[in-house]
């Protein structure tokens, strides 16, 4: 028997199987039935109030309808639960008699479902008839092209190169945000906008204009274009713009996509570093120049297979030659010192030598017009010229000034040593022995002189005697010597001038400094500016001062653990005197042995004489003035002098 | 005296020397002539025929050393037995070594004076 039931209710025809009483409607009935059934697209019919009457074969296959679902309402049918407000659109459509259509998804199928109203034979509406049409397949294909559109838009909003498609009559279609957000302009604005009319009209390019028609007209090629224009926001910029042609399949109308890319900052780097590089060459010639005038260091290149001399400027300068006059061995020979003559020959004779090629330095003097002599410097660097000839580049330094300044300084180095090395008794030895040994050496010779004398036959007792009375001289002379030697340290004989401390100081310490850089003193100076002059011996208070130095610099051999301080102050005091001061952070004075200090051969070290504080005591006494030592607040010791200033204490101090 | 007794000139500053020393050295049988610089020996009559000279390294003028020079240059090449009072034992080697006879430290003993005096002499003669 047939499963098919339908239930007779309201007007309803009642297919019950094969054993219906009315052969005729059964046959009719049957036949739609069996029509139905082959239909692929299921068919469900509801009564008015959703109650299921019949659905088709299909319905049962596909949705999974079975013969119990008849006479429940769709809201008991879970397959049809899926359908939102179906019992709702069913009253509505049969209220009104209009299809309507509603997407369904059953699990992973969509279906269409139309939803018609059901008339009976009285033209009446007595139900609904809802007919599926499986639409996956079409579905996916739907999803897909949606799902890219959506990523293709993604991914353009993201590009941050600005991306816009035009039309085949070059009118904007569609951009990406940073598109719009270039131009400052909303995709209702621009759309269908021709492109010519963006950026206030600077994409008005003949160049642009016909490649793009071109690429619209099926090229390919493209040559990007440059655009400058003002931006909003951003001021001007230069755009350099791109295409590539778009072609969709099934499309005849063809797309371009143009981008937009932004250079101004490469174009502005590139920019700088021309006028960078050109600047900086200006620059460097204008350095090369002025450093040559300051160093007074001229410089010359020297072809040697030609001979051909080139001179800087500064060169000309030092040799005192006309600016540009040919450079000849000749003319230079006119300036070198006849005693370097041969310098100059030998110079040349290594620069030419075969193989030559090495650098080499050499000094030479000059003797100027008006008689003066120069001292120049020259090193000269082997280089080969494009055409592999050897030339050499020389610098040529006017060292006069240093060899002057260093002359000057070695003098008064060894004008200060001498003094200096008064205070060590290993000079001071040796002084002594020699103004002991000149007088000891009379002694002997007269007495052995004396000796003979008196031994010869006859003796000879004038000579003898005048022998005598010179060793007594030579003997007076030594003891002599002890008391000059003595008046040495009493410091009697000064040559006093008006001096400025200021000056002395500087001077002493101009000698020292490369000892205290070796010790690693940081050196400190505080001179006052309105120090008055004093009257004193220069060398002397120099003295004082380098053995103060001294003594700091040597107090802080063993500091390791704070900054090797060293200050050196001029002031003025009151009562018109002048005070030097040498603060040091080294070890330090014990409060205890603070009045040895000044004694002659107190020392704590193991190379001290422990004369250089009785030795400058005495000095600054013999100015009229006072030398004493402080322990700081912090770490180490002040050794200050003073000694009065102005003229008067000429009278007062002058000796003798 | 027999035969012409040998010349040995004294070039010093100090006058005490000066004194003494020619005494000394007549004493031992030389002739003896003394100068106060080595300017002064230069211009003397007696430099071709001094057979030894003493001579004093550190004076005003023209040094010892530098008279040594000069008096090669001359070619007039006295033995030279230089005397100071510097007491500078190093000296010494740098001196014999630029060919002086000897170097007496003052105060030198009148042996050692006379030793060197010969052996300068015996220098001459050879
Ligand atoms: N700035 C100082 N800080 C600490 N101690 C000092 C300082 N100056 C001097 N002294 C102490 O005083 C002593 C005597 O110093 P002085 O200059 O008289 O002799 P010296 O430095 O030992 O030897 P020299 O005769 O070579 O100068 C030193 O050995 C040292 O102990
Ligand atoms: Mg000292």
Same mark, same amino acid.
């Given at each position: 028997?047939?499963?098919?039931?339908?239930?007779?209710?309201?007007?309803?025809?009642?297919?019950?199987?094969?054993?219906?009483?009315?052969?005729?409607?059964?046959?009719?009935?049957?036949?739609?039935?069996?029509?139905?059934?082959?239909?692929?697209?299921?068919?469900?019919?509801?009564?008015?109030?959703?109650?299921?009457?019949?659905?088709?074969?299909?319905?049962?296959?596909?949705?999974?309808?079975?013969?119990?679902?008849?006479?429940?309402?769709?809201?008991?049918?879970?397959?049809?639960?899926?359908?939102?407000?179906?019992?709702?659109?069913?009253?509505?459509?049969?209220?009104?008699?209009?299809?309507?259509?509603?997407?369904?998804?059953?699990?992973?199928?969509?279906?269409?479902?139309?939803?018609? !109203?059901?008339?009976?034979?009285?033209?009446?509406?007595?139900?609904?008839?809802?007919?599926? =049409?499986? /639409?996956?397949?079409?579905?996916?294909?739907?999803?897909?092209?949606?799902?890219?559109?959506?990523?293709?838009?993604?991914?353009?909003?993201?590009?941050?190169?600005?991306?816009?498609?035009?039309?085949?009559?070059?009118?904007?279609?569609?951009?990406?945000?940073?598109?719009?957000?270039?131009?400052?302009?909303?995709?209702?604005?621009?759309?269908?906008?021709?492109?010519?009319?963006?950026?206030?009209?600077?994409?008005?390019?003949?160049?642009?204009?016909?490649?793009?028609?071109?690429?619209?007209?099926?090229?390919?090629?493209?040559?990007?274009?440059?655009?400058?224009?003002?931006?909003?926001?951003?001021?001007?910029? =230069?755009?350099?713009?791109?295409?590539?042609?778009?072609?969709?399949?099934?499309?005849?109308?063809?797309?371009?996509?143009?981008?937009?890319?932004?250079?101004?900052?490469?174009?502005?780097?590139?920019?700088?570093?021309?006028?960078?590089?050109?600047?900086?060459?200006?620059?460097?010639?204008?350095?090369?120049?002025?450093?040559?005038?300051?160093?007074?260091?001229?410089?010359?290149?020297?072809?040697?297979?030609?001979?051909?001399?080139?001179?800087?400027?500064?060169?000309?300068?030092?040799?005192?030659?006309?600016?540009?006059?040919?450079?000849?061995?000749?003319?230079?020979?006119?300036?070198?010192?006849?005693?370097?003559?041969?310098?100059?020959?030998?110079?040349?004779?290594?620069?030419?030598?075969?193989?030559?090629?090495?650098?080499?330095?050499?000094?030479?003097?000059?003797?100027?017009?008006?008689?003066?002599?120069?001292?120049?410097?020259?090193?000269?660097?082997?280089?080969?010229?494009?055409?592999?000839?050897?030339?050499?580049?020389?610098? $040529?330094?006017? $060292?006069?000034?240093?060899?002057?300044?260093?002359?000057?300084?070695?003098?008064?180095?060894?004008?200060?040593?001498? /003094?200096?090395?008064?205070?060590?008794?290993? /000079?001071?030895?040796?002084?002594?022995?020699?103004?002991?040994?000149?007088?000891?050496?009379?002694?002997?010779?007269?007495?052995?002189?004396?000796?003979?004398?008196?031994?010869?036959? !006859?003796?000879?007792?004038?000579?003898?005697?005048? =022998?005598?009375?010179?060793?007594?001289?030579?003997?007076?002379?030594?003891?002599?010597?002890?008391?000059?030697?003595?008046?040495?340290?009493?410091?009697?004989?000064?040559?006093?001038?008006?001096? *400025?401390?200021?000056?002395?100081?500087?001077?002493?310490?101009?000698?020292?400094?490369?000892?205290?850089?070796?010790?690693?003193?940081?050196?400190?100076?505080?001179?006052?500016?309105?120090?008055?002059?004093?009257?004193?011996?220069?060398?002397?208070?120099?003295?004082?001062?380098?053995?103060?130095?001294?003594?700091?610099? *040597?107090?802080?051999?063993?500091?390791?653990?704070? !900054?090797?301080?060293?200050?050196?102050?001029?002031?003025?005091?009151?009562?018109?005197?002048?005070?030097?001061?040498?603060?040091?952070?080294? /070890?330090?004075?014990?409060?205890?042995?603070?009045?040895?200090?000044? *004694?002659?051969?107190?020392?704590?070290?193991?190379?001290?004489?422990?004369?250089?504080?009785?030795?400058?005591?005495?000095?600054?006494?013999?100015?009229?003035?006072?030398?004493?030592?402080?322990?700081?607040?912090?770490?180490?010791?002040?050794?200050?002098?003073?000694?009065?200033?102005?003229?008067?204490?000429?009278?007062?101090?002058?000796?003798? | 005296?027999?035969?012409?007794?040998?010349?040995?000139?004294?070039?010093?500053?100090?006058?005490?020397?000066?004194?003494?020393?020619?005494?000394?050295?007549?004493?031992?049988?030389?002739?003896?002539?003394?100068?106060?610089?080595?300017?002064?020996?230069?211009?003397?009559?007696?430099?071709?025929?001094?057979?030894?000279?003493?001579?004093?390294?550190?004076?005003?003028?023209?040094?010892?050393?530098?008279?040594?020079?000069?008096?090669?240059?001359?070619?007039?090449?006295?033995?030279?037995?230089?005397?100071?009072?510097?007491?500078?034992?190093?000296?010494?080697?740098?001196?014999?070594?630029?060919?002086?006879?000897?170097?007496?430290?003052?105060?030198?003993?009148?042996?050692?004076?006379?030793?060197?005096?010969?052996?300068?002499?015996?220098?001459?003669?050879?």
């Amino acid at each position: 028997m047939t499963t098919e039931r339908v239930m007779l209710n309201d007007g309803w025809t009642c297919f019950q199987g094969a054993n219906a009483d009315d052969a005729a409607a059964y046959t009719a009935t049957a036949d739609l039935i069996s029509i139905l059934n082959t239909v692929d697209a299921p068919i469900v019919v509801a009564r008015r109030d959703s109650v299921i009457v019949f659905f088709n074969k299909a319905a049962a296959d596909v949705l999974g309808l079975s013969p119990s679902d008849i006479g429940r309402p769709f809201c008991d049918v879970s397959v049809l639960a899926g359908l939102p407000r179906l019992e709702e659109r069913c009253s509505q459509v049969a209220a009104s008699g209009v299809d309507s259509r509603a997407d369904f998804r059953e699990r992973d199928r969509w279906f269409v479902v139309r939803i018609s !109203p059901y008339t009976n034979g009285d033209r009446q509406v007595t139900g609904t008839v809802l007919t599926f =049409t499986n /639409v996956t397949a079409f579905r996916g294909s739907i999803d897909q092209a949606i799902y890219e559109r959506e990523c293709t838009k993604a991914i353009l909003n993201t590009v941050g190169d600005p991306l816009v498609v035009l039309s085949a009559d070059q009118r904007i279609q569609s951009g990406n945000r940073a598109f719009y957000s270039m131009f400052g302009v909303s995709r209702d604005e621009t759309q269908g906008v021709p492109l010519y009319d963006l950026g206030g009209g600077a994409f008005e390019l003949a160049l642009l204009r016909t490649q793009l028609e071109e690429m619209l007209a099926g090229s390919h090629a493209f040559q990007p274009v440059e655009a400058d224009l003002v931006l909003p926001g951003k001021g001007p910029r =230069t755009l350099v713009l791109d295409a590539r042609p778009l072609s969709f399949p099934g499309h005849s109308e063809r797309r371009v996509l143009v981008t937009f890319q932004d250079i101004t900052a490469r174009k502005q780097a590139e920019a700088a570093k021309d006028l960078r590089s050109e600047a900086e060459l200006r620059r460097s010639e204008a350095f090369l120049a002025e450093g040559q005038r300051l160093s007074v260091t001229g410089s010359f290149c020297w072809k040697v297979a030609t001979d051909e001399i080139t001179w800087s400027e500064q060169l000309y300068r030092i040799y005192e030659f006309e600016i540009g006059v040919p450079v000849t061995l000749e003319r230079i020979r006119t300036r070198v010192h006849p005693g370097d003559l041969s310098v100059l020959e030998k110079m040349k004779m290594v620069g030419q030598a075969r193989g030559g090629g090495h650098d080499f330095e050499w000094q030479y003097r000059l003797i100027m017009p008006d008689h003066s002599i120069k001292y120049l410097h020259a090193v000269a660097h082997a280089i080969r010229d494009r055409d592999g000839q050897l030339e050499y580049i020389a610098a $040529v330094q006017d $060292v006069t000034a240093r060899r002057m300044s260093e002359e000057a300084l070695a003098e008064a180095r060894s004008e200060l040593a001498k /003094v200096a090395r008064v205070t060590s008794l290993g /000079v001071l030895t040796a002084s002594i022995a020699h103004e002991v040994n000149q007088p000891l050496s009379g002694i002997i010779t007269n007495a052995s002189t004396c000796l003979r004398m008196l031994d010869a036959d !006859p003796p000879n007792v004038d000579g003898a005697r005048e =022998t005598a009375r010179r060793t007594i001289r030579d003997g007076n002379r030594a003891s002599d010597v002890i008391t000059r030697l003595r008046a040495l340290f009493s410091k009697k004989e000064f040559t006093f001038e008006l001096l *400025d401390l200021n000056e002395v100081t500087r001077e002493v310490i101009a000698l020292s400094l490369s000892d205290l850089q070796r010790n690693r003193v940081a050196l400190q100076l505080e001179l006052a500016e309105d120090l008055p002059t004093i009257i004193g011996d220069r060398i002397q208070l120099q003295q004082v001062i380098l053995n103060l130095l001294r003594n700091a610099s *040597d107090a802080m051999v063993d500091v390791h653990d704070r !900054p090797r301080q060293l200050l050196v102050r001029t002031e003025r005091e009151d009562g018109d005197r002048v005070r030097v001061s040498v603060r040091d952070a080294g /070890v330090g004075v014990d409060p205890r042995s603070m009045n040895k200090l000044f *004694d002659a051969f107190y020392t704590t070290k193991s190379d001290g004489m422990g004369i250089g504080l009785s030795v400058s005591r005495s000095i600054i006494e013999g100015h009229q003035g006072r030398l004493w030592a402080e322990s700081n607040d912090g770490p180490g010791a002040t050794f200050s002098f003073s000694i009065p200033s102005g003229p008067e204490s000429v009278t007062n101090a002058a000796p003798r | 005296m027999m035969g012409k007794r040998s010349l040995v000139s004294v070039v010093d500053d100090d006058e005490s020397v000066r004194e003494s020393l020619p005494d000394l050295l007549r004493e031992f049988g030389f002739a003896a002539e003394a100068f106060s610089s080595a300017e002064a020996f230069l211009a003397s009559d007696v430099v071709s025929d001094t057979s030894c000279l003493l001579l004093d390294i550190a004076m005003p003028g023209m040094s010892g050393p530098e008279l040594q020079q000069e008096l090669i240059r001359r070619q007039q090449e006295i033995p030279i037995v230089f005397i100071t009072a510097q007491g500078d034992k190093a000296v010494r080697p740098r001196l014999l070594a630029h060919g002086a006879v000897e170097c007496l430290l003052k105060p030198f003993s009148e042996t050692a004076l006379l030793a060197a005096v010969n052996t300068a002499l015996r220098m001459r003669s050879e």
